[in-house]
């Protein structure tokens, strides 16, 4: 089974605080996303990546960065937190070398930006 | 870009009755159509696909789903609804070719009444 794992369940930052989340996944997938959760609109992709190094924005990607060092690992970075990034954070991994396509997502980080 | 809609935000069904929810859909080509399930505090699992072939697909937990061309349409299907099926239930579809991204649509919350 694929497992993507995240960092933190619930995390409670400050506003102004630089805010490291951190997405594991262990079945050597080249795709890689994060999103935003938020009542009423769905799931918001901030960045992906599909290779180490790489990486490209998403629809939402302003006060976010991203970071793909290692091929499994994918790390979303708040530059200086904000109350308006108080929201539930998934990760997700995708491989298409073998026709399966579909996402396999994180248990997600409720962030609390006070 | 491809985008998703799914026109109910709540969907309230007697259990053991039929449970029908909606999505529609728009992307440049042929598609990749999938349904996901969040159960609370939870990430999205994965319940069923089509991407080529037989039109009516299968997934897990007894759900399907019919790929209508013609209505651009991928409704989520369960002929006998379960108190267990409560949750929300997210349609998403990705371009063929080119483009890496999956969009979402916003959500359908469903209750399953006993």
């Known amino acids: 089974d694929v497992k993507v794992t995240q960092s933190s369940r619930y995390l409670v930052k400050r506003t102004g605080e630089k805010v490291f989340l951190e997405c594991v996944q262990d079945?050597?997938?080249?795709?890689m996303f994060w999103y935003r959760q938020d009542p009423g609109l769905g799931l918001r992709l901030i960045y992906f990546?599909?290779?180490?190094?790489?990486?490209e924005k998403g629809d939402i990607p302003e006060g976010y960065s991203v970071s793909r060092e290692k091929k499994e690992r994918f790390s979303l970075i708040l530059e200086s937190a904000s109350t308006n990034q108080t929201s539930m954070y998934l990760c997700?991994?995708?491989?298409?070398?073998?026709?399966?396509?579909?996402?396999?997502f994180g248990p997600g980080t409720r962030l609390t930006v006070t | 870009a491809q985008s998703v809609a799914q026109p109910e935000d709540q969907v309230n069904v007697a259990e053991g009755n039929p449970l029908t929810v909606k999505c529609t859909y728009s992307?440049?080509?042929?598609?990749?159509l999938f349904w996901y399930v969040q159960y609370p505090n939870r990430g999205l699992q994965f319940l069923l696909k089509?991407?080529?072939?037989?039109?009516l697909v299968k997934g897990s937990y007894g759900f399907e789903a019919e790929f209508n061309k013609s209505q651009t349409s991928f409704h989520l299907k369960k002929p006998s609804a379960l108190v267990s099926d409560s949750a929300l239930y997210f349609c998403?579809?990705?371009?063929?070719?080119?483009?890496?991204?999956?969009?979402f649509g916003k959500g359908n919350q469903v209750v399953v009444i006993p």
């Open positions: 997700a991994s995708r491989d298409d070398r073998y026709s399966s396509y579909e996402q396999y």
């Open positions: 079945m050597d997938h080249e795709n």
């Open positions: 990546s599909y290779d180490v190094k790489m990486k």
């Open positions: 992307v440049s080509g042929n598609p990749y």
């Open positions: 089509y991407i080529t072939g037989d039109n």
């Open positions: 998403a579809v990705r371009d063929r070719y080119g483009n890496n991204r999956l969009a």
